[in-house]
C-alpha cells in the first residue's frame, strides 16, 4: 500500500531534550516536506526536500532541522525542544517536478507536547 | 509574505450545495489545490488549478480566477461525511512543490 508513515502518532517529552520524528514514503518520491498545524493558522511549512541531500527552509524553520540521506527518508530533529513547539506535525511527500498536477500525500501526523 | 484567506466555518444541511471560497496574495503561484481534513485524520488531496475555469470531480468542483487571485470549492449533494475541515493551498513555484495553505474552513453539515 502507498503510503507516508510517521513515527511516533503521540509524542511527550520536556524542554531541552533532544527529539526525532520520523517519516518515511514508499512511492518513490522525489519531494517531502514537514507541516505544522496550530489552531486557525493551517498548515505551515518547516521545511521541504527536492531530493537526496537537497533541503530547503520553509516558512518556519526556525528550532528545527531536517536531513535527506536518502530518498524514502525524511526525519524532523527538534535539538532543543520549547514549548512554542507544542503542534500537531505532518509529513508529505509528492512527486514534484515539473509535474502539472502533484498532489501531497501526508501521513497520519504526530502530536508534540513539549512541557 | 504570503496570505491566503478563507471563511473560518460554514454550515449547511445534507443535500445541499456549499461554496466555499479562497483568496490569495503570494509572490509566486503555480496552482491551487484543495485538502480536505477529518477530526483526528490526516489531509487528504481533494483537487487542483493551475487554469482559469472550473475542475469537476463527482460532487466536488474547484473554480479558479487568476486575474481576482480567489478561487473556490463547490461540494454538491453535502453528506454528513463531508463534514470536515477544507484548506486551499497555494504551489508557489513551479519545480519545488512549495505550497502555502489557508487558515481552513471547518464545514459542518446538519442532518
Known amino acids: 500500500e502507498a503510503q507516508v508513515t510517521q513515527n511516533p502518532r503521540y509524542l511527550i517529552t520536556v524542554t531541552g531534550k533532544k527529539l526525532t520524528v520520523t517519516c518515511s514514503q514508499n512511492m518513490n518520491h522525489e519531494y517531502m516536506s514537514w507541516y505544522r498545524q496550530d489552531p486557525g493558522l493551517g498548515l505551515r511549512q518547516i521545511y521541504y526536500?527536492?531530493?537526496?541531500?537537497?533541503?530547503d527552509k520553509g516558512d518556519v524553520p526556525e528550532g528545527y532541522k531536517v536531513s535527506r540521506k536518502e530518498k524514502r527518508n525524511f526525519p524532523l530533529i527538534l535539538e532543543s525542544p520549547s514549548p512554542n513547539q507544542t503542534s500537531l506535525y505532518f509529513c508529505a511527500s509528492s512527486l514534484g517536478g515539473d509535474t502539472y498536477n502533484s498532489p501531497l500525500h501526508f501521513g497520519n501526523g504526530t502530536r508534540l507536547t513539549v512541557t | 509574505g504570503q496570505s491566503l484567506e478563507q471563511p473560518s466555518e460554514v454550515t449547511a444541511v445534507e443535500g445541499a450545495i456549499v461554496q466555499i471560497n479562497c483568496t490569495y496574495q503570494?509572490?509566486?503561484?503555480?496552482?491551487l489545490s484543495w485538502y480536505q481534513q477529518h477530526d483526528g485524520g490526516a489531509p487528504t488531496f481533494l483537487s487542483y488549478n493551475a487554469l482559469d475555469g472550473l475542475e469537476e470531480t463527482g460532487r466536488f468542483s474547484s473554480f479558479l480566477s487568476r486575474s481576482d487571485s480567489y478561487g473556490y470549492l463547490l461540494l454538491q449533494e453535502l453528506q454528513m461525511k463531508d463534514s470536515a475541515s477544507y484548506f486551499c493551498?497555494?504551489?508557489?513555484?513551479?519545480?519545488?512543490?512549495?505550497?502555502?495553505f489557508g487558515p481552513g474552513t471547518r464545514l459542518s453539515v446538519l442532518p
Open positions: 493551498a497555494v504551489r508557489l513555484d513551479n519545480y519545488g512543490q512549495n505550497f502555502v
Open positions: 526536500s527536492m531530493n537526496v541531500e537537497v533541503t
Open positions: 503570494t509572490s509566486g503561484f503555480y496552482g
